[in-house]
Structure formats: C-alpha cells, structure tokens
C-alpha cells in the first residue's frame, strides 16, 4: 500500500477514536472540595445549543471553572435531567428563548412561571408546578436551615416504597455547609442503591424572620438578592460533588411576579405543592409532596408514615422530571 494511503488509513483510526472518546471521557463528577463556594469559579448563566462529535445534543445554562477547566452545565431539554460535562467536548452557540421554547424544558420553564398559585397583597404562594403529569406521587423533602439532624427515619420509610426510591430533595446553602455528615449519609443512600435524588435549588441561606409578613418574608426580604441565593446554592452543590437540576423552590413558597421572572431567567422550573402534609393537605394521584426531613417539621413526617403505611401515597411513587407536560 502506497505511504500516503497507509497515512489516511492511520489517520481514519485516530478521526474515529477522537469521535468517540466524548461520550465516554468526557462527563464530569466533580470530586468533593475542601474550598467549598471558592472551588467553584467562573460560574455564569447562559444559554446556548450545544452538540458533540459524537451527535449528542443539548442546551448549556451555566458554564464554570473548576481546578482551572472549563466545565458546562448541561440540560437535555426532553428528558429534564441535567449533566457536568468539559466545555472542550462540545460546539456551542448562543441559543434563543424560541429555540429553547417548544422543547419539553422550555414549556415546563413557560408554565412554571405563568402558574399564579395563591394571589396576596404583595407575594404569591405556592406559585408554580404542583401537580405531575403521571398519576403517582412525586415526593419531595425540604432542606431549610436547622440546628436540628436529618431525620433519617423519613429516609427509611421512603425506602420501603422500593430500591432507587425517587426524592427531590430541596436544598438550602446554609443546610449543606452545616449538615456535611447528613448529606454525605445522603449520597452513600444514593450511591448504594436505595435513593434516587435530585436535587432542587431552595436559595443559599433561605432568609426568614419570625413575625414578619409573608409580603417582605423569605425572599422579599430587604437586601436579599435573588440571583446570588440561586447561583451559589448551585455552586457549593457542584464544589460537594453533585449536579444541580433544573427544578427550584421558594423558601416558604413565598414568592412574586418579578421572582418568578427571575427564576424563568436562569432557566429552573419553579415548584410549589399540593400536598404539604404538615399543614393537613391531603395527597392524591399526581401529587407534589412536601415534607420536611430536616428535623424542623416531625408532624409531617409522621403523616408521610401515616400515609404510606394505608396506601393513601399514589403508586408508583415518581421522579420529579416526570412532573412536567
């Protein structure tokens, strides 16, 4: 075989291995750090359509440094799932709002955000998703700041349901850096088979004050910044090893027309609820399930018990990103 032609061959076999390799090289798990928020630099909301050599397709929201690499956050814009992956694996571009709009993600974002939920002089409540598309349950645990341990006996109940039970779990800033134990109990439960959790974005330090009005409360507080309570919620996750989702809820589920706008903004699906068992809402087929396993809300979890033990939980329970049309 001529040179030249024994070359094109070799560099054939190389083209094809570099084709390849994305798919398998080029996910990222960031490893837990020690430097918490500061491990995590760079971080920027965006939007661009993004595809790999290997034909992969998706929508980036973020892009990151972590130890000096360029990252991106990337949401597959059926499935609703999210993924880290090295910004160098994929071609990118500035995407549109109408390119992104008529994908599953972009009409969960649309309706979330138009979903009005209770109107009151100065806030909403519980605007947002709070029913599922399927007619299980969908059982969600927030993680509100608390002096209190994790309850890890909500956990063992949930497992009973079945292996890779699904949780979302909603994840305040100040909860992680305070719990670091509980949450690593969490993720060896994920890890080992048992859980299936995602994590919801539920603000930095979930700001609240007792006898305040609701209407400048939680995130109407004065000087709050809602931005920097969603960006950094997300970057001490990815700085302990984990993938932010595209799914977040209001401290309180306390919000407003301009919050709504602004979580529209960086692309989450707002989530609210229908069944607050702690406050006496009774769940039902498609039910959004709110519980409080941070040691802050027992009536609750002992109505979730409740509630499973009598079957009153719709089978099978569901996945978050299985909530949305």
């Known amino acids: 075989m001529p040179r030249f032609l024994c070359l094109l061959a070799a560099l054939a076999v190389l083209a094809g291995l570099s084709r390849a390799a994305p798919a398998a090289d080029c996910a990222v798990k960031a490893a837990p750090s020690p430097g918490g928020l500061a491990a995590v630099g760079d971080y920027r909301p965006t939007l661009q359509v993004c595809s790999s050599e290997d034909g992969r397709r998706a929508f980036a929201i973020r892009t990151l440094t972590v130890g000096g690499e360029r990252l991106a956050l990337l949401a597959d814009p059926e499935a609703l799932t999210t993924r880290l992956e090295r910004a160098a694996c994929w071609t990118c571009r500035d995407a549109s709002e109408d390119e992104l709009a008529p994908t599953r993600m972009g009409r969960a974002i649309a309706a979330s955000a138009g979903a009005p939920g209770i109107a009151h002089r100065g806030f909403l409540e519980n605007a947002g998703l709070v029913r599922g598309a399927p007619a299980g349950a969908f059982v969600t645990g927030d993680l509100c700041p608390s002096a209190r341990p994790l309850d890890r006996g909500f956990f063992a109940e949930l497992e009973t349901t079945g292996p890779h039970a699904p949780v979302a779990l909603s994840i305040s800033g100040l909860w992680l850096e305070r719990h670091g134990a509980d949450f690593r109990w969490l993720t060896d439960q994920r890890d080992s088979g048992r859980l299936a959790i995602l994590w919801v974005n539920h603000t930095f330090t979930h700001p609240y004050r007792r006898k305040i ?113």
């Open 213 to 325: 009005p609701d209407a400048s409360n939680f995130l109407l507080s004065r000087r709050v910044d809602p931005e920097r309570e969603i960006l950094d919620t997300e970057r001490l996750l990815i700085a302990n090893g984990e993938t932010p989702s595209l799914f977040f809820r209001f401290p309180g589920l306390v919000s407003s027309d301009p919050l709504m706008q602004t979580v529209r903004r960086f692309h989450l699906v707002t989530l609210g609820a229908d069944a607050w068992l702690a406050i006496g809402q009774k769940p039902g087929p498609g039910s959004i399930v709110l519980v409080h396993p941070n040691g802050n809300e027992p009536e609750g979890l002992r109505r979730f018990a409740a509630d499973v033990a009598r079957g009153a939980i719709a089978r099978p329970l569901e996945p978050l990103t299985a909530a949305p049309q």
